[in-house]
């Protein structure tokens, strides 16, 4: 696959799954903003996540996770698809 | 009205769709402030109505210069693996009802009304895009026996 570049939101995601047990108890269905491997705030949408996070830390500076353990259905790709995405 | 119209390619229903980076606005932008312009390119989406989100080839996304914000775990038949999630703005190209001047049916670019989270994807020779329920629930479809289909975006 075309190489994308890693760094804030990759770190933010391994930290964002170490917490994840203990957040769906109480933010389930929620969206964590978050900026140095830390949670910055929850909110409703991913947008308004993106929103503030792209005032605060700046493009490429934040991530945003939903609080969720479900696992969705990509429909053909998820039968047809391949492998090794990042 | 607005109507998207295809023919079924390999029993796979493509549209011709415009993706482009979504930038969030400032809340203190003055409503002076001068509008910019940004061309829409042309891809090929595949409708999946078994697809639960929209998806873009890497391809795209590097095209489009569209700057991840998150990962999204995804399993599949084959394995699984972590994806890239980003934010666009993604609209469908239609044919409308009004003639042009020289009697064509308009081409027009129909933007949904709100940025659409995406899922990146492997590169393939078929289609650029899928576009899932999360944007296909919004309109209406007709398939006709041919294989020629209708999206009804308005």
Redesign the interface.
């Known amino acids: 696959m075309s190489a994308i570049p890693k760094g804030e939101t990759e770190r933010n995601y391994a930290a964002f799954m170490s917490q994840l047990p203990d957040l769906l108890e109480k933010f389930c269905g929620q969206f964590a903003l978050m900026h140095g491997q830390e949670i910055d705030g929850f909110f409703q949408s991913a947008l308004d996540a993106i929103a503030v996070g792209h005032e605060k830390f700046g493009e490429g500076g934040y991530s945003v996770q939903e609080v969720t353990d479900e696992i969705e259905n990509l429909g053909f790709y998820s039968y047809a698809g391949g492998a090794g995405q990042a | 009205m607005l109507v998207a119209r295809g023919k079924l390619e390999r029993l796979q229903a493509i549209l011709e769709v415009g993706v482009q980076k979504f930038i969030?606005?400032?809340?203190a932008l003055d409503n002076q402030d001068p509008s910019i312009a940004m061309p829409v390119n042309t891809y090929r989406a595949?409708l999946?109505?078994?697809?639960?989100?929209t998806?873009l080839t890497?391809?795209t996304?590097?095209s489009e210069g569209l700057?991840?914000?998150?990962?999204?775990?995804?399993?599949?038949?084959?394995?699984e693996?972590?994806?890239?999630?980003f934010?666009s703005n993604i609209g469908i190209w239609s044919d409308g009802l009004d003639m042009g001047q020289n009697g064509e049916p308009t081409r027009s670019h129909f933007l949904i009304d709100?940025?659409v989270?995406v899922?990146?994807?492997?590169?393939n020779s078929n289609f650029d895009a899928?576009l899932?329920m999360d944007v296909l629930c919004a309109f209406s479809f007709k398939f006709e026996k041919g294989g020629e289909f209708e999206v009804e975006l308005n």
């Open positions: 969030p606005q400032p809340t595949l999946d109505t078994g697809a639960q989100r998806c890497n391809n996304i590097a700057v991840r914000h998150g990962h999204k775990f995804i399993r599949n038949v084959h394995d693996a972590t994806h890239s999630l934010m709100r940025p989270e899922i990146n994807i492997e590169n899928i899932g």
